[in-house]
């Protein structure tokens, strides 16, 4: 038997990217675009379509709202990961709720939902830093104008995990004998991993699927063989089965996403992701005709 055999060898690495620019999304989320559509081959990402991440900033205290006004989304989901500071939102299908330091919400828009993001008036209030990660999950076509849902996952839900020397917050689907709370519409697991000292952290995820890793903060040395640093995107071979080994320096974060691939069309366009440009010219008209709700104005 050879090495190779007698041990569980390294899933290869596709492709590493990272991304350095940042931008304000509306006047409360200075994020950097990490993956999108359009900077991608959507197919390689799916079933994840976009990820903004917020890296840590200090906001001063404030009697203003801070954050993005009334929008429109049809045809995916949108995961809102707190790691500091947040958020309130409410949305037209009577979602809504603060998001706290550790929470992640997720909400799905299917058949269209509208929605507002603003930090909450106590973290206004106070001021503090603010860091947040939203991810945007594709939905197959047949349940892309299904009803929308709206999950409030609070941190204390998440069950934890040791991989290797790393703790990891299980979020979204079956890892280490254990389930994520997060219910989702195809097979997806979801965490985060914190490593507090410096340590070696290995998992495995199926055969076929796409997995994405992304360093929050810290430095990490992927397959014996690539340094990640914060801001850094790992997209994995899907048609390589093996282990996922990092070797964490202290302080070290890391967002895994992992799931099936869709192999539908996708079609993305401002806030709604369809599967053809028709579709996008429906959902245009039908936010446009109020079909998608309103919010009521705050008092």
Known sequence: MNN?????????????????????????????????????????????ILMDYGAPRHFPPTTERRGVG?????????????????????????????????????????????????HSEEFSRRGG??????????????????????????????PQIRLGGATARLIAGSLGGK???????????????DCSDST??????????TTLIFVLSGEAVAQEARTLRAG??????????????????AGTRVLVLNG????EPVVAHGPFVMNSRQEIVQAIQDYQAGKMGTLAPTL
């Open 70 to 118: 009334e929008h429109p989304h049809r045809g995916f989901e949108t995961v809102t990961f707190a790691y500091q500071g947040e958020v309130d939102h409410r949305d037209s299908y009577g979602g809504g709720g603060t998001i706290q330091a550790g929470d992640v919400q997720w909400m799905t828009a299917a058949s269209g939902v509208v929605h507002e993001e603003f």
């Open 4 to 48: 190779e055999s007698s041990e569980r060898r390294f899933q290869a690495i596709h492709q590493v990217i990272t991304v350095r620019e940042r931008h304000w999304v509306g006047d409360g989320f200075y994020v950097s675009t990490v993956f999108s559509p359009h900077r991608l081959n959507p197919q390689m990402l799916s079933p994840f």
């Open 260 to 263: 099936q691939p869709l192999n």
């Open 179 to 193: 389930k994520g709370p997060a219910l989702t519409h195809t097979p997806i697991t979801m965490f985060d991993m």
């Open 129 to 158: 830093w603010f860091e947040m990660v939203q991810l945007w999950v594709n939905l197959p076509g047949s349940l892309k104008l299904s009803a929308p849902r709206y999950q409030a996952l609070k941190g204390a839900s998440f």
């Open 232 to 249: 850094d995107l790992m997209i994995m071979d899907r048609d390589e089965h093996g282990r996922v080994q990092l070797k964490a320096e």
């Open 200 to 209: 070696t952290a290995d998992f495995e995820l199926p055969l076929g699927t």
